[in-house]
């Protein structure tokens, strides 16, 4: 009774992190709501004003257009906008589902990035997207997980492995270097140089702004504020289109290897088991003996027979003479 009473303070001690854990996520979460609020309300209030004194003065110059007719008007005109067409005269040869366009958005629906630039505007369209969605996003996963845990083994594992043998440093230590200066080069190469190139490409962009629209997307937030590729003066439009695509997945990959790195590193995994619920020894024995493949008695039969082959790939080493008793010599 003991044994099983002191088991199980011992599985639901960490039961008041995990509690900390959830406060403070919910904490985190309220705060963020505060500092958008008290940020982002007066910006909206200022461009309310200053779309009803627009529609006023609209109205008062064009008398024979009522409000209603205009607010009307207004209404098919945002929603047609929300769906990627807009009705402006110079963005009638932009198309939204032309090849390199529909490559984006097929990349962004894989990706759960989903800036809302395009919608689907058929019930086809919206059928497939949902079947496409169903089978691909989960291809996705096993896609970028094959990759990542390919190209991990060569940029974070074997490094690593090196310098701690050939050189003799600690594990540790050499880890959370190797990990810093990863994270550090993939930040130049996919925010920093691409936001450079993305504030001269977008002339409406400005460097905060193509750095916000990178780390946006490659965390597959996705807001849609900003999306490339969009302007309709834009210079070989399709082809910019494919390089962005390539650019984000290119991006997603390296952002998965980077996490990928800092999750192996020891103290990360000692502080994410700090609010994991520990398993009891008697359950991991239960879960072995249940799996075939790791259960007592193969493993047995997997020792037996590595002795066995052990003593055939043995040479044959004749015995020792030994001298008897009588001066004879015993083979």
Not at 12 to 19: I, L, S
Not at 75 to 100: E, I, K, M, Q
Request: proline share 3%; charged share 20%.
């Amino acid at each position: 009774m003991l044994p099983s009473c002191a088991r199980l303070v011992a599985r639901h001690g960490p039961a008041w992190r995990f509690g900390l854990l959830v406060l403070g996520y919910l904490l985190y979460l309220l705060f963020g709501a505060v500092v958008f609020s008290s940020v982002e309300l007066p910006a909206e209030d200022l461009l309310r004003r200053e779309l009803r004194e627009l529609k006023r003065r609209f109205v008062a110059e064009h008398a024979c257009l009522s409000e209603a007719q205009l607010e009307g008007f207004l209404a098919r005109v945002l929603r047609a906008s929300d769906a990627g067409v807009s009705a402006l005269s110079n963005a009638s040869d932009t198309w939204n589902w032309d090849f390199a366009s529909a490559l984006f958005f097929a990349s962004t629906v894989l990706s759960t990035t989903g800036y809302g630039h395009a919608v689907p505007l058929s019930d086809g369209g919206k059928a497939f997207c949902i079947i496409y969605s169903v089978i691909g996003i989960p291809f996705t996963l096993l896609f970028l997980t094959a990759v990542v845990q390919r190209i991990i083994v060569y940029v974070t594992r074997r490094p690593v492995l090196y310098f701690h043998i050939r050189w003799g440093f600690s594990k540790q230590i050499v880890a959370i270097i190797h990990a810093v200066i990863l994270g550090f080069v993939t930040v130049s190469c996919f925010f920093f140089i691409p936001a450079a190139v993305f504030s001269v490409l977008e002339e409406d962009w400005n460097f905060l702004e193509s750095f916000y629209f990178c780390f946006i997307s490659l965390s597959t937030i996705g807001l849609g504020d900003y999306v490339p590729g969009e302007g309709y003066n834009q210079k070989f439009r399709e082809l910019y289109k494919l390089g962005i695509t390539c650019y984000l997945l290119l991006g997603l990959i390296a952002m998965l290897v980077v996490l990928e790195t800092f999750c192996e590193l020891h103290e990360l995994k000692k502080f994410r088991k700090m609010f994991y619920v520990k398993k009891d020894k008697e359950e991991d024995q239960v879960h072995i003996v249940e799996h075939d493949q790791l259960s007592f008695s193969s493993i047995s039969d997997q020792a037996a027979s590595m002795k066995d082959d052990q003593k055939v790939n043995e040479p044959f080493v004749s015995p020792q003479p030994t001298l008897n008793c009588d001066g004879s010599i015993n083979n």
